[in-house]
């Protein structure tokens, strides 16, 4: 078993930033890529970032190429998602997961954290 807690999440102006983590504790050699999602209310589930084990290899959602930055610190157990000049837009529950069980897109991992509220003011 895999335990995923984010924090960071917050409300920031328009142009703001903010940095997301996310903590795995359990059997983190479990923990092969990871990824961020999000889903805003009434609104699917969908992919943000994607981060492989080495860190080597990085994915992301159109909307936020070049505002988000995703990293992780293995020694710690730990993934962020850097976000920078955020939108209204960006408003959501952001969720980290691992262990995908096919493609990084889609939200279908096997260990999901309980949220982080993100809410950006025009």
């Known amino acids: 078993q895999v335990q995923l807690v984010e924090s960071g999440g917050g409300l920031v102006q328009a142009g703001g930033s903010l940095r997301l983590s996310c903590a795995a504790s359990?059997?983190?050699?479990?923990?092969?890529?990871m990824g961020w999602f999000r889903q805003a209310p009434g609104k699917e589930r969908e992919f943000v970032a994607a981060?492989?084990?080495?860190?080597?290899?990085?994915y992301y959602t159109d909307s936020v190429k070049g505002r988000f930055t995703i990293s992780r610190d293995n020694a710690k157990n730990t993934v962020y998602l850097q976000m920078n000049s955020l939108k209204p837009e960006d408003t959501a529950v952001y969720y980290c997961?691992?262990?995908?069980?096919?493609?990084?897109?889609?939200?279908?991992?096997?260990?999901w954290g309980q949220g982080t509220q993100v809410t950006v003011s025009s």
């Open positions: 359990g059997r983190t050699v479990s923990t092969p890529a």
């Open positions: 981060i492989s084990w080495s860190g080597s290899s990085t």
């Open positions: 997961a691992t262990r995908p069980r096919g493609s990084y897109y889609l939200p279908v991992y096997d260990y």
